[in-house]
T-cell receptor, first 117, second 113 residues
């Protein structure tokens, strides 16, 4: 079974609009972490935002927010006021315990976002 | 500049050749890992390490070896290259419980012919 599922291979959004990128996860570790990364066409991986499983509030970083619904096991990324520079591939990732004292990071397959002028 | 240094950036190998992808970080991160990125498959974990002398297998370890003799370095060895190993490889590091996620290297584009 997929640990991290991103069901949207591609998305379009109009400039200045908000967009939500979906991510669902599956883990039995009660103390996990969720991350979002951006990969522009240049290829580098850029960390955007983090949500811990025990965090009570949704994480926010500037125009990025993470809509964390623990019971539904979803961690959707919301980008507000989209900009042309937001066009990129976006990856959801989870850090979970793989053995005592050892963590493993698993990535989803990504969503390619295109912002339209 | 602090970060993850990954070399080489590009490499072409012939089937059956071996090579080592180098990865070094200067942030004193305990955790280091190697991923491969293939179209439509996201990043798949090859091997990871939680500290010097400790390594473990990820999702797709076959055909690859790693070692971690120091905190800073985590090389990835391809034992006998196959066309199926054509991919972009990323090295990444983080603190064990960091909320800042990974710091990634710039990637290695490997082609096996």
């Amino acid at each position: 079974a997929q640990k991290i599922t991103q069901t949207q291979p591609g998305m379009f959004v109009q400039e200045k609009e908000a967009v939500t990128l979906d991510c669902t996860y599956d883990t039995s570790d009660p103390s996990y972490g969720l991350f979002w990364y951006k990969q522009p066409s240049s290829g580098e991986m850029i960390f955007l935002i983090y949500q811990g499983s025990y965090d009570q509030q949704n994480a926010t970083e500037g125009r990025y927010s993470l809509n964390f619904q623990k019971a539904r096991k979803s961690a959707n990324l919301v980008i507000s006021a989209s900009q042309l520079g937001d066009s990129a591939m976006y990856f959801c990732a989870m850090r979970e315990l793989s053995s005592p004292g050892t963590y493993k990071y698993i990535f989803g397959t990504g969503t390619r976002l295109k912002v339209l002028a | 500049n602090a970060g993850v240094t990954q070399t080489p950036k590009f490499q072409v190998l012939k089937t059956g050749q071996s090579m080592t992808l180098q990865c070094a970080q200067d942030m004193n991160h305990e955790y280091m890992s190697w991923y491969r990125q293939d179209p439509g498959m996201g990043l798949r974990l090859i091997h990871y390490s939680v500290g010097a002398g400790i390594t473990d297998q990820g999702e797709v370890p076959n055909g690859y070896n790693v070692s971690r003799s120091t905190t800073e370095d985590f090389p990835l060895r391809l034992l006998s290259a196959a066309p199926s190993q054509t991919s972009v490889y990323f090295c990444a590091s983080s603190s064990m419980t960091g909320t800042y996620g990974y710091t990634f290297g710039s990637g290695t584009r490997l082609t096996v012919v």
